[in-house]
Nanobody, 126 residues
Framework: VQLQASGGGLVQACDSLRLACEASEGTFSYYAAGWFRQAPGKEREFVAAINWSGADTKYADSVKGRFAVSRDNAENTVYLQMDRLKPEDTAVYYC????????????????????WGQGTLVTVSS
């Protein structure tokens, strides 16, 4: 599965952005998907995840209530709606696909994901 992330850009604090992650094939609809981010000099960290159907989601505490993950399996696309952005949200955002079993809990550790997109840069100015 090849993933293509898009939608990053330069915004001001309190603005919104919507990231998209489009997959190359329809089997993506059977995968859980996650968003991670990596700021300069920091490790890659979990942001949000969604199961194959969209019925289950998980968020990092730092984005809970501001970000929302969703998916459109007909379009092989996962979205990350980011509202009330803060300067500390500045990072390269990556989407990833996880061949997660149907009864398994959404995962938050990067190395447990099977496929990765190339990243899209989000810069939030104060």
């Amino acid at each position: 599965v090849q993933l293509q992330a898009s939608g990053g850009g330069l915004v001001q604090a309190c603005d919104s952005l919507r990231l998209a992650c489009e997959a190359s094939e329809g089997t993506f609809s059977y995968y859980a998907a996650g968003w991670f981010r990596q700021a300069p000099g920091k490790e890659r960290e979990f942001v949000a995840a969604i199961n194959w159907s969209g019925a289950d989601t998980k968020y990092a505490d730092s984005v809970k209530g501001r970000f929302a993950v969703s998916r459109d399996n007909a379009e092989n696309t996962v979205y990350l709606q980011m509202d009330r952005l803060k300067p500390e949200d500045t990072a390269v955002y990556y989407c990833a696909a996880d061949n997660l079993g149907i009864l398994q809990t959404l995962r938050v550790v990067p190395h447990e994901y099977d496929y990765w997109g190339q990243g899209t840069l989000v810069t939030v100015s104060s």
